[in-house]
């Protein structure tokens, strides 16, 4: 894979010759085996080996009779109503979260972006909810979201806003919805510090030149800083759906998929069956068609944000 | 110059802290080893992690040590929502373990992986094993192999707000139609107070199979009690689905809608903030709602029959056994004769809310009284309380409450028929039965 | 006026948002200071009548948070510094040169990102068995590390990219080996974005949760987030207790980003500008 044949430097030291050539050779390589072997060692190699139990039945209540079952597993779960709730889940889970998160964190990046007294404390303060656990952040709002003894469904009915109390977690009306806004509630701060920073980046010669020209300020927005901060938001949002469409965590934590598998997401859907069943093969299966959906979503992404603008993977 | 100081500050650091966890690891690679000179180490998890339990688990582990110095124990206690999985990795990839903490649940899958010495060989030289209860050997077994010896016994009975029912001039229900009925005299949304605490999330078997084993009645086959004498499943019977139209209405009349996704937490917590009024629940919820709610607001009654005024119970638990690959196996079961002895298991069971496994302990005033009471007085009365073996001896008994829950959810939230659901259940069974021939 | 109405809608956005963002922080931390019975009675005190220490006094008492905390902040920093030397050196590799396989390797890097890593989990445990490594912290290291390699050096990669190369082109001219180089001059100038990935690999070890339950089996090994997860009882989640630890587990984390998000932020923003 690594030839270490070196195609084009960046800079001019490569055309010193060849003694110059092999050192930057050894030090390719010594600067990317400790990360590779690691890697390849511990990510890949396990992987594959999870991967092959997607063909077996392979469940830990009964070791003794593991063998390959082809595409068993696959098909268990199209079959399953419950697999196919939490595909649909997913979408949901990613798109409103996704959005919402991006929304107010850009938002709250521009409000942010010229500097104000006290402005350090209020990022403190509103940044934090990127530090905590997902499963910390899952039992808190399970705590705010419980509909007898939970502190939301008290504000709201003392505000009049509503006159009984929600099942904001019981209720499959509302459950999704619920643990979609804990989500929001956890992502905005990341956007908001990677917009953030993208946004103090852009130069000002680019907003002087448009405010000779007239722009509003929206104009400005529209025309300068977007297609300035572009990279940023194609990469964070990137990112960002691929692990919110990864972490069972704050699931995990909330309903761990209740009501009647109401809540499952393709990945606490998994979780749930290696923890509570112990069904590695079913678990294999939903984690590989996840890495399938993962690859025509980026590869949908990159394309129609031209793949460029990312960097170049 | 400075900055470079500073990277090398921090190497070293990197360094040095390797170097700390490498030493803390080497040092425990000693301890944890098989044998230190002549002292051996002992490996032991459980699976009903509380910290509370833990602490009092440790403190019997401790005096087993200092009685047995040449003999180490390293108590592991997994959270307990992941503990069983990570018993079930451990020994499957045969990590040490020499005494784990088995659970009626999951005993026959455990036996089915042969990951448990049969104890049998150990009991037949052990002294007390005479005063140990029936129901103890029933629960540890499969078959006639006796594979761990509980810990202490659950056993379901009926908690209720004695001052909420005086206050509405209403008698301690003794059937599930009078369960229904006083529930919902209790209910009233707009003091978001509720009769039931219904159970619909994980444990929800804990009542739809009590409900159908109570109407069914004498029909049920209590060596093979997903069945009916006739064989059929319990769940295909007319009088199962009379016993869930009853169900339903429990939760759509006198229980908190939320209660739908409630498990043991939910359940227990709404009955001690005052949310609802009537609990069905194992005695080691006591502790709970002696610590947290006011004394004389509470009582205990039996568990409610069904129409043929039959109850059916069974008694749950956990407990000790020792792992097929374990190389100590000697000396683990002396930790577990340890834990067993009846001054140790009647302790343990009175400071954790259990009843002791040696029928000995019934004589102690503890259990004569309070809470308890009730417990001992349905087991005094073997013809309306009747005790059946639950199916344990099946390895999909396992995964029983997660399918039964989530069909009983669907079935609650009206996307799907009780015929359907019914028929599910009975398909479960069937199926079950096939595959233990 | 439609600046001053700006300002107001602004200052109001901000108002809200602090608001909502700050809520939950303050409902746990009041949750942790009720004494029991006042967790769960109602009305519901939105300023506690009596305040106590009990929960946090409880905490300690029944497990050794302490101990956690310091296994956890110990297998957080060293995780996090060794993702530092490794993700640097490969970052930067990638970032100044191109070679055959380059494309390839950020690839690899990159689709690490979307597998589901629970999927590895069986076959993980049974190379951590067989090392002899279950039940010890190196086990917890070594798997942190190796999952915030890709994405640190994905985002190193990023910062030396913004750095012009003929600032270590000058240094090598004067005689300096590259490595000599790169630590000297290339580093010091990254060190707002050093200081972001070591935050970011810190603030995900400190919170792991599922590896260190299934790696790690003695209590005096055992991390936060597994004490955690052990206040959710049989039939019970002990909020008093569940709240008093999360408030601890809160605290370094906060602490760390209160005192170092000028740095991410600025780091984040100066390494563009000088892209």
Known sequence: MMGGEIVAAHHTLSTKGGAEMKKQKVFILSGLIPALLLVLAFTYYPFLKGIIMAFQDYKLFDLRNVHFIGLGNFKNAFSDPKFLMAMQNSAYWVFFSLIFQFLFGFTLALLLKKPFKGRGIYQGFVFYSWALSGFLIGMIWKWMFNSQIGVINDILLQLGIIHERIGFLSDPKWAMTSVIIANVWYGVAFFAIMLLAALQSVPSELYEAAVMDGASSFRKLWNVTLPYIMPTIIATTLLRAIWIFNDPTIIYGLTNGGPAGSTHILSSLMLDKIIYAGDYGAASAIGIIMIVILLLYTIFFLSVTKAEKAGDF | MRTRNKVLALLLCAVLTIGLLAGCSSKNEDEGGKTDGEKITLRMIESLTSPKRT????????????????????????????????????????????????????????????????????????????TVSAVSKSVGSIGDKLYFVPNGLYERQMFYRSDWLKEAGLNPPTTWEELYEVSKKLTDPAKNRFGFSFRGGA???????????????????????????????????????????????LYKDASPPDSINWGFQEQVQAFTSGVTGILLQDPDVIQSLQEKMTEGT??????????TGKALFAAGGAGWGIATHSEHKEEAWKLIEFLSSPDANTAFSKDYGLIPIHSSAAEDEFFKTGPYKTLIEMSNNPDVFVNFKPAFQYPGNAQWGQVAMESGQSLLLGSSGLDDTLKKWDEYWVDQKAKLK | MKLRLFGMSKVIYLAIYLLVM?????????T????????????????????????????????????????????????????????????????????????????????????????????????????????????????????????STIMLRGFFERIPSSLEEAAMIDGCSRWTALVRIIIPV??????????????????????????????????????????????????????????????????????????IVEGLTQGAEKG
Do not use: C
């Not at chain 2, 509470?298 to 129409?307: E, H, N, Q």
């Not at chain 3, 700050?22 to 009041?30: A, M, N």
């Not at chain 3, 050093?194 to 090994?221: G, K, Y």
């Not at chain 3, 605290?251 to 209160?258: D, E, R, V």
């Open chain 2, 203 to 249: 444990g929800s078997t804990g009542t739809t199979d009590a409900i159908i084993l109570a109407y069914n009645g004498d029909k049920v086959n209590l060596e093979d009690s997903m069945f009916t004498k006739d064989g059929a499943t319990v769940y295909s019977t007319p009088e199962a689905k009379a016993g869930m139209e009853l169900y339903l209405k």
């Open chain 2, 55 to 130: 602490e009092l688990i440790q403190a019997l582990v401790t005096k087993f040590e200092e009685a047995n110095p040449n003999i180490k124990v390293e108590f592991i206690s997994p959270p307990f929502d992941q503990a069983d999985n990570k018993i079930r990795t451990m020994l499957a990839s045969n990590e040490q373990i020499d005494v784990l903490e088995a659970r009626d649940l999951n005993v026959a899958e455990y036996v089915n992986n042969e990951y448990l010495e049969p104890l049998n060989a150990y009991t037949d030289k052990w002294s007390d094993f005479a």
């Open chain 3, 32 to 151: 942790s200071l009720k004494p029991q019975k006042d967790i769960f009675s109602f009305p519901l005190k939105y300023w506690p009548e009596r305040l106590t220490l009990d929960n946090y006094i409880h905490i300690f008492k029944i497990s050794k948070f302490h101990i956690y905390i310091g296994n956890s902040l110990l297998v957080a920093i060293t995780s996090a510094i060794i993702v530092l030397v490794i993700a640097i050196l490969s970052a930067y590799v990638l970032a100044r040169f191109k070679f055959r396989g380059h494309r390839q390797i950020m690839l690899a890097f990159f689709a690490t990102q979307m597998l589901p890593g629970f999927v590895a989990l069986a076959p993980l445990y049974l190379m951590m068995s067989n090392m002899g490594l279950i039940n010890n912290r190196i086990s917890l290291v070594l798997m942190y590390t190796v999952g915030l390699i890709p994405f």
């Open chain 3, 190 to 263: 990254m060190l707002p974005g050093i200081a972001s990935t070591f935050i970011f690999a810190f603030v995900q070890n400190w919170n792991e949760l599922f590896l260190a339950v299934m790696f790690i089996d003695n209590d005096a090994l055992k991390t936060l987030p597994v004490a955690m997860n052990s206040f959710i009882l049989k039939f019970d989640v002990d909020w008093g207790a569940m709240s008093a630890g999360a408030v601890l587990s809160i605290i370094p984390t906060i602490l760390l980003f209160a005192f170092a998000q000028r740095f």
């Open chain 2, 298 to 307: 509470w009582a205990t009654a039996p568990l409610v029959t069904g129409p």
């Open chain 3, 22 to 30: 700050v809520f939950p922080l303050y409902w746990i931390v009041i």
